[in-house]
C-alpha cells in the first residue's frame, strides 16, 4: 500500500523557519521524482519544489533562495527546509512522487501558518 505522510506543520512567525518531512513506503521511493505542492483556499495547487531521482532540486521563484528540497533515500523520506517565512507562505503543504512511468501518488498535506 502507497503511503505519503507530512508532518512538519504548524504555526510560525513571520521570518521563521520550519521543515517539512514526507515518509513514504510501498513505492521505489529511489526512482521517483518528489515534489512539495501548496494550495491555498480557492486557488490552484502550485508547485513549491521539485528534486530528481539524480537529486537535481528545481524551485518556484516565489520561494527561490528561501526553501531547500531534499530526499534521503534510505530513509524513503523528502524534506523542504522553509526559511524566512512570510504570511504569504501560508497554505496546506502537499507531498507528491511522481514515477516516470506516469503513476502520481500525492500525501494529504500538512498546514503551514505563518503569522505573529
Known amino acids: 500500500q502507497v503511503q505519503l505522510v507530512e508532518s512538519g506543520g504548524g504555526l510560525v512567525q513571520p521570518g521563521g523557519s520550519l521543515r517539512l518531512s514526507c515518509a513514504a513506503s510501498?513505492?521505489?521511493?529511489?526512482?521517483?521524482?518528489l515534489n512539495w505542492y501548496r494550495q491555498a483556499p480557492g486557488k490552484e495547487r502550485e508547485s513549491v519544489a521539485s528534486?530528481?531521482?539524480?537529486?537535481?532540486?528545481t524551485y518556484a521563484g516565489t520561494v527561490k533562495g528561501r526553501f531547500t528540497i531534499s530526499r534521503a533515500n534510505r530513509e524513503n523520506t523528502v524534506y523542504l527546509q522553509m526559511n524566512s517565512l512570510k504570511p504569504e507562505d501560508t497554505v496546506v503543504y502537499y507531498c507528491?512522487?511522481?514515477?516516470?512511468?506516469?503513476?502520481?501518488?500525492w500525501g494529504k498535506g500538512t498546514l503551514v501558518t505563518v503569522s505573529s
Open positions: 528534486i530528481t531521482p539524480g537529486n537535481r532540486p
Open positions: 510501498g513505492f521505489s521511493f529511489w526512482s521517483y521524482a
Open positions: 507528491n512522487a511522481h514515477g516516470s512511468d506516469g503513476m502520481d501518488f
